[in-house]
Structure formats: structure tokens, C-alpha cells
């Protein structure tokens, strides 16, 4: 059954359906949708990239939203997650650590430091550079250098 899925979608769909389902591995990968209490859970496993907005709606937020899920899979290489956070009136652990007003998104780096605080959408390009720069990042491109030659 689980086989037979796929034609049946692009037979009604024409293959954009299971296009996009197998373009999203890498997004669905580094979107986190639970509610996450504490960046430390993410300590020299992962760069979490917080975004926050009043809204869901908020342009700046969707725009941001968009650029990480395009380059989804080269953030992924660069062990990435992304945590949203849209409901100012909960209040939560991340909002009164990372203190946002409006629209903010923000870099942390594997050490649980923040690297970057951008008060409008920032490009992927701009982000990756910023971690490619890190020792941490030019460690982990050396070591897989090493691994792969």
C-alpha cells in the first residue's frame, strides 16, 4: 500500500505532490515544532536558529521561514535546527532568555553562546557564512576533510 501511494498521488497531481514530499526531508529535519524550554538540550549538538515574531502572519516572519526552508538541506550539513516562536503572550523560557521585540531572529552556537541577534530576515547565505567563520565549523570541515581523503 504504502508503495501504491506515490503513483496514485502523481497520477492525480502530476508529481508535484511527491516532488515536494521528498524536497521536504531536509526541511522537516531541522524545523523543531515542540515547544523547547531550554536552549542547553542543544549544547555542542546543534546551532539553533531562533525565530520569533508577534505573529505568524508577520511578513518578516514568513520571509525568514522561507529562506531557511530553501536552503534547508545546506543548513542541515551545518547541524542547524530551527525553533519558531510566534505567541508572545505565553511568555515562554526562550522568549524571556532571548528577550525579543517583534521580530528577531537569532543565531546560537554550539556552545550555547548567541552569535547573532537580526532584527529583519537575514539571507541563508549570510547565516552560513557567519558559521563557516566559527573554529567550531572550520574543526568539523577540517575533521570531515580528514575522514573523507
Known sequence: MKHVLPIVLVGLFG???????????AASSIFITTDVQDLNE???ENRPIVVF????????FRQQIEFLEERADE??????????????LKDSALRQKLRPRGFMMVLVSKDGSVLLRKPFPWSVR?????IDRLP???RE????????G
Not at 508529481?15 to 526531508?25: F, H, K, L, M, N
Not at 515574531?53 to 518578516?60: G, T
Not at 549570510?126 to 557567519?130: G, I, K, P, Q, V
Open 15 to 25: 508529481g508535484s505532490a511527491v516532488i515536494a514530499e521528498s524536497g521536504d526531508t
Open 141 to 148: 570541515i577540517r575533521e570531515r576533510r580528514e575522514s573523507d
Open 75 to 88: 543548513l542541515a550539513e551545518r547541524d542547524v535546527v530551527v525553533l519558531t516562536d510566534t505567541d508572545p
Open 126 to 130: 549570510e547565516l552560513m557564512r557567519s
Open 53 to 60: 515574531a508577534d505573529s505568524p502572519n508577520d511578513p518578516n
Open 42 to 44: 542543544f549544547v555542542w
Open 136 to 138: 567550531s565549523r572550520q
